[in-house]
């Protein structure tokens, strides 16, 4: 009986000390009011010095790309053909143009004298040709661009008839210029002897002038020699 009667006695005293408290909020209305005061209280309570929030800036709306592309279509439309005249009247001078150049390119180019002649410088027999240059022996005091007259022509002839010298056509001559003043390739002269020990290499290079052949004339009072046709 006694331990019932301590029981008990701990059971109610524990009870006293331990008693659980109803909730601080009992509904959503009243947790509400509590938030709306809470604001006003922070908001009296701020600084007087606070500054007021300025208003967001405003930005222009920018157009669709549809939008877009069509005033691009109405101002290729709105603008001002170009005129074609002036390609009209460029027309007739390039055509011109065209015209000569083709002309130009099918006409022949003008038929050389067709003439040659057989003249002797220096003991050696060449055969010019009016416009072709050859190489021969140098030319005692002749220089670059001097002008030439070669007197012993022996023999010229042309596509109908032939002018024969005895020795030399008399009157006929050709008229040549110095286009340069050089040496011939070098020419290696080796000289030996056997059983004497005797050697000697020697090179030579010979000077030598080339010459442009302009005309040949004064051949025409010559008696000629018809060919056979």
């Given at each position: 009986?006694?331990?019932?009667?301590?029981?008990?006695?701990?059971?109610?005293?524990?009870?006293?000390?331990?008693?659980?408290?109803?909730?601080?909020?009992?509904?959503?209305?009243?947790?509400?009011?509590?938030?709306?005061?809470?604001?006003?209280?922070?908001?009296?309570?701020?600084?007087?010095?606070k500054?007021?929030?300025?208003?967001?800036?405003?930005?222009?709306?920018?157009?669709?790309?549809?939008?877009?592309?069509?005033?691009?279509?109405?101002?290729?439309?709105?603008?001002?053909?170009?005129?074609?005249?002036?390609?009209?009247?460029?027309?007739?001078?390039?055509?011109?143009?065209?015209?000569?150049?083709?002309?130009?390119?099918?006409?022949?180019?003008?038929?050389?004298?067709?003439?040659?002649?057989?003249?002797?410088?220096?003991?050696?027999?060449?055969?010019?040709?009016?416009?072709?240059?050859?190489?021969?022996?140098?030319?005692?005091?002749?220089?670059?661009?001097?002008?030439?007259?070669?007197?012993?022509?022996?023999?010229?002839?042309?596509?109908?008839?032939?002018?024969?010298?005895?020795?030399?056509?008399?009157?006929?001559?050709?008229?040549?210029?110095?286009?340069?003043?050089?040496?011939?390739?070098?020419?290696?002269v080796?000289k030996?002897?056997?059983?004497?020990?005797?050697?000697?290499?020697?090179?030579?290079?010979?000077?030598?002038?080339r010459?442009?052949?302009?005309?040949?004339?004064?051949?025409?009072?010559?008696?000629?020699v018809t060919?056979?046709?």
């Amino acid at each position: 009986m006694a331990s019932s009667a301590t029981l008990s006695l701990l059971c109610s005293s524990f009870a006293s000390h331990c008693k659980i408290s109803p909730p601080a909020i009992t509904s959503l209305s009243q947790f509400n009011s509590n938030l709306t005061f809470l604001s006003l209280s922070t908001s009296s309570s701020s600084s007087p010095h606070k500054l007021s929030s300025s208003p967001r800036p405003t930005f222009p709306l920018l157009p669709k790309s549809s939008e877009i592309d069509s005033a691009v279509l109405e101002a290729e439309l709105q603008a001002p053909e170009p005129d074609a005249e002036p390609l009209a009247s460029e027309e007739p001078a390039t055509s011109a143009a065209l015209e000569l150049a083709e002309s130009a390119a099918t006409e022949p180019p003008p038929k050389r004298e067709e003439i040659f002649a057989v003249v002797m410088i220096g003991g050696r027999q060449y055969i010019v040709i009016p416009g072709r240059y050859i190489y021969t022996q140098r030319l005692k005091g002749a220089k670059v661009d001097d002008k030439v007259v070669l007197n012993k022509v022996l023999l010229v002839g042309t596509k109908t008839t032939t002018y024969i010298g005895k020795p030399i056509v008399t009157n006929a001559a050709i008229h040549a210029v110095v286009e340069e003043q050089g040496l011939n390739d070098k020419v290696v002269v080796f000289k030996y002897k056997k059983k004497k020990n005797y050697r000697r290499n020697i090179g030579h290079r010979q000077p030598n002038s080339r010459i442009r052949i302009t005309a040949i004339t004064g051949y025409q009072d010559y008696p000629a020699v018809t060919l056979e046709s």
